[in-house]
């Protein structure tokens, strides 16, 4: 069930895989949607974990724990998902305990690959995670839940909560789009949203509605493929 818009396809989630097992062509669209997989072959000298963070930014990490890794419990201490594969009991309970999201003993199957990545898709949706926001006279500490939507205004960006207050900040859209992610998307040149609290959509008049928000907010067409996404997965109970 990925969706495609205008023969594109638009992923929600990045996995990136760093072992010898081949997942990418075996999932299947109806059992892992929205995921885009990226492998990357294991090297033959130690792995430095920070670096693969940096340059891919996936979601969910999927590494042999067989692999020569540096570090594991000093990098783990981020927002990714941490998937292990191994054959060793001793090394799966390693990782649970350096805070891996799950460990999957060898020999791999595509099912337990699947329920995994289901449970973690669930786990991002409804994630409602602390952010930090310095504003230029103070620092905010928020959930991302209590956000409503945030507009661009000219050089600064103001930051809409559920409970009515708001703020500026001196960044761009783009800033937000990228520490925020999924459920966040963008609708119009000017607003991110956080889709978790829209509830109607109109096409005709081209706005949508945010629970317990009076303000109508307006998407553009060259955004619609983000409310594609948003309809799917509120269509099938996915969010």
């Known amino acids: 069930m990925i969706v495609v818009c205008n023969q594109k396809y638009f992923w929600l989630f990045r996995l990136l895989s760093i072992t010898a097992y081949p997942i990418k062509n075996q999932l ?21 974990l920070a ?14 724990l067989e692999l020569d890794l540096i570090p594991v419990a000093e990098t783990i201490n981020n927002n990714v998902m941490w998937v292990g594969i191994t054959n060793s009991y001793r090394k799966a309970y390693r990782a649970l305990k350096d805070g891996f999201f799950d460990v999957l ?12 990545l289901g449970e973690i898709r669930q786990k991002l949706l409804a994630q409602d995670k602390p952010i930090t926001i310095s504003c230029r ?29 708001q ?5 761009s859209l783009s800033y937000f789009e ?24 109109h096409y005709t008049k081209k706005f949508l509605k945010l ?21 799917t997965l509120k269509g099938s109970n996915i969010m």
């Open 105 to 116: 003993i060898k020999p791999l199957s595509i099912a337990a690959i699947t329920t995994v």
């Open 51 to 64: 670096h693969y963070l940096h340059h891919y930014n996936p979601q969910v990490f999927l590494v042999d």
């Open 178 to 201: 990228e520490i925020l992610r999924f459920p966040f998307v963008r609708i119009h040149k000017s607003y991110i949203v956080n889709a978790i609290h829209i509830y109607r959509i």
């Open 28 to 48: 299947g669209e109806d059992t892992v949607p929205l995921w885009e997989v990226v492998e990357v072959k294991p090297p033959d000298q130690p792995i430095e």
């Open 211 to 231: 629970k317990g928000c009076e303000q109508f907010i307006p998407y553009t067409t060259s955004y619609a493929h983000q409310l594609e996404i948003i309809h």
């Open 167 to 171: 703020f500026t900040v001196f960044n």
């Open 137 to 165: 006279k103070e620092i905010r500490y928020l959930r991302s839940g209590s956000i409503w939507y945030i507009k661009a205004d000219n050089n600064y960006v103001i930051v809409h909560l559920n409970d009515g207050e």
